[in-house]
């Protein structure tokens, strides 16, 4: 457990980088943490994208082994954050910077990074080291009704690679050791999201319903983050939400 969570840090403190393995410096690619690397496409298979935080990184790896034969799954190279992140100068115009570059399928997320507490600096901590939070003049990264309209930004963005979308709803956010997460504030982002995904024609994969009943089992304690056990739960049904797109017909 203990690698794992050191893993799931190191991925969240990557620096946000371009989606092509030629546009990042031969030093940082020596680097690369798995999850990240860049793959050579089979043409004659789909191409698969998932774009997501450190809960997704966690999953990405067995998503691409579940899928292998079936599928190219791509993964942005980095901690896409919150749905500000996606559409500033580090998000969208990186991960997908062709505007004809097409797509079979992508599966994408975005929450937690929403819903985390800033202070009014846009910083996490202060200098004495602790966390925003409601208790200390905190403030969420991203409201709920602002989330909800960056969410159907990005889904305009998504919809021009011609790509069957899915969107992953949050996991639960427990009592955590981080204050600036505050137990099941992803609810309202929850609701917000499924909203948005019903009247937009996106697909939704209630990541959240799946963990939700096994959450003592498959989350860390006092943690946001997953054992290996839990992103391999995820891993599983997020390949199953991909299989089942590609028999779908495209809208």
């Keep these: 457990m203990k690698h794992a969570l050191s893993l799931i840090t190191t991925l969240i403190l990557t620096p946000l980088a371009p989606l092509h393995a030629a546009d990042v410096p031969a030093r940082a690619q020596s680097v690369t943490p798995p999850e990240f690397a860049a793959i050579t496409d089979d043409p004659k298979l789909p191409r698969v994208l998932l774009i997501g935080d450190s809960v997704s990184i966690a999953y990405s790896l067995e998503v691409r082994k579940l899928l292998s034969g ?4 791509h993964r942005v190279p980095a901690n896409c954050g919150s749905t500000k992140t996606a559409l500033g100068s580090y998000g969208l115009v990186r991960w997908l910077p062709h505007p004809k570059e097409r797509w079979d399928v992508i599966h994408f997320n975005h929450g937690l990074h929403d819903l985390s507490y800033r202070f009014a600096d846009d910083s996490d901590r202060n200098a004495k080291g602790d966390y925003a939070s409601p208790m200390n003049g905190g403030h969420q990264n991203v409201p709920p009704e602002a989330y909800a309209k ?8 998504l919809k021009q690679t011609g790509a069957k979308l899915i969107f992953a709803s949050t996991t639960p956010v427990p009592e955590s050791d981080a204050a600036k997460y505050v137990k099941d504030s992803e609810l309202p982002y929850n609701d917000f999201a499924k909203r948005v995904m019903i009247e937009e024609g996106v697909s939704w994969n ?3 319903s799946l963990v939700k009943p096994r959450q003592a089992e498959l989350q860390g304690k006092r943690n946001v983050h997953f054992m290996p056990s839990g992103s391999s739960v995820m891993a599983k049904q997020v390949a199953e939400q991909i299989r089942a797109a590609f028999s779908q017909p495209k809208s």
């Excluded at 079936?70 to 799954?73: F, G, K, L, P, S």
Aim: charged content about 25%; overall charge neutral.
């Design 150 to 157: 960056n969410l159907r930004e990005i889904i305009a963005r």
């Design 206 to 208: 209630d990541l959240w």
């Design 70 to 73: 079936m599928a190219n799954v």
